[in-house]
């Protein structure tokens, strides 16, 4: 893997030390970049706007759940995100994958799971562990508030993510650089796309895809 960029996000330093460890033993022996919060992986994916892959785990300072996915994807749609967690039940690695995720890596895995996975991944492909069944079906209320959350625009994602952080309007605007008014229309599409009637709400829906517990 000559000239490659992995980062790796996740807040235990000695999680971090590990897969890197891992990687240094594929191919090429990738430069590898490391965040220990959500805001630092933000910072690392747009000062490496080549990076190849970033490995988010789910639950780290700043970000709860999948919304960190969302917010990820809606940013730097070209930047594949491989999630890796402890908690990898069907539910979490299903909506994680329809929610834009290039793969999903359990932190129980071995060496050469995480190698293969993630070498996968890199060639194009959607890596989950063995075992999992893509055909799950979920329950109608969460399939429901998937396909909402599918038809936002990016920047609407992006709006969601920063309301879930506890953003006001006007704090949302300096980030994105636009009016407060325009982000006072992306939170009107947002709350009728997502069928609610307040921001407060919009949040709630979001935290039940991302209602993991803390790693």
Request: zero cysteines; aromatic letters at 4%.
């Amino acid at each position: 893997m000559p000239d490659m960029t992995i980062i790796i996000a996740d807040d235990h330093p000695l999680f971090r030390g590990a897969m890197r460890q891992a990687l240094s033993g594929m191919d090429g022996s990738p430069a590898v970049v490391e965040a220990g919060d959500f805001a630092a992986a933000r910072k690392a994916a747009a000062d490496n706007p080549d990076a190849d892959l970033m490995l988010l785990d789910l639950t780290m300072p700043g970000v709860s759940g999948l919304s960190g996915l969302i917010a990820l994807r809606a940013e730097f749609p070209s930047l594949p995100v491989m999630i890796v967690s402890a908690h990898d039940d069907p539910a979490t690695i299903h909506r994680a994958i329809d929610l834009g995720a290039a793969g999903f890596l359990s932190k129980s895995a071995g060496i050469e799971e995480i190698r293969d996975g993630i070498g996968k991944v890199i060639a194009g492909e959607i890596f989950v562990p063995a075992g999992y069944d893509q055909n799950q079906e979920y329950e109608p209320e969460v399939a429901d508030l998937l396909h909402r959350l599918q038809t936002l625009t990016p920047q609407q994602s992006r709006v969601l993510s920063m309301l879930a952080e506890g953003l006001l309007n006007k704090q949302i605007a300096y980030e994105l650089g636009v009016s407060e008014a325009t982000i006072k229309a992306h939170v009107s599409a947002i709350l009728l796309k997502l069928n609610v009637d307040s921001r407060t709400q919009a949040v709630i829906q979001l935290s039940k895809l991302g209602s993991v517990a803390a790693a």
